[in-house]
């Protein structure tokens, strides 16, 4: 049975990382156990997540001062639950550019966070919707796969899928549940056409 959503992402960590985007706790602590039995392959589809984000942002085309207004706006909105800085942010922006960004020796005092406010921060203000989402993550997932991460592959069961399209209505509503409705279809004629052939 494929859905547009199972052919989008195709692994376990990817499944998790758009349920914590969706901001629906029990789904994403549902999958994280399975994912984070690999956390390098977490890690991983994190960092790709980041590296697509900044692509869509365009920030090569920005003034310097462009992408410290970015950070400041990641700082304010994911600051009191991440403690990010706007320097931190706008280092790794500039360090995921190529450009030098200063204070090359100082690390991150949370490896991956910054990364992940940055990303919340793009979801929000790049308005994505589900289709979005799924394309920056499985655009992620093929990163990580390239890097040698090797994240678990996963095919969600329908209780899964349906869970997804719960957290997707509420948070997107009734455009969301109309792409799952559509989705659901195509993958029960999919079923009838590979149980007929078998």
Sequence with gaps: MTTGRASGLSTVQGFYWHAFLLGDRPLARRLQQRAFDHPTAVGGVL????VVVVGWL??????????????????????ATYGVTADEVARIILRELGEPAGDEDVGPTHPGTAELAVIITATRDLELRP???????????????????????????FIMRWRFEIAEGRRYGLAARKRWS?????????????????
């Design 131 to 157: 289709g979005d989402i799924d394309s920056m993550i499985s655009s992620a997932e093929g990163l990580a796969r390239k890097w040698g991460t090797d994240p678990t592959a996963y095919r969600p069961g």
């Design 58 to 79: 365009c920030p090569g085309r920005y003034h310097p001062a462009e992408i410290s207004q970015f950070a400041e706006r990641v700082s304010r909105h994911t600051g």
């Design 47 to 50: 960092v790709g997540m980041f």
């Design 182 to 198: 559509a989705e659901r279809m195509g993958a029960f004629v999919s079923w009838i056409r590979d149980d007929s052939a078998g």
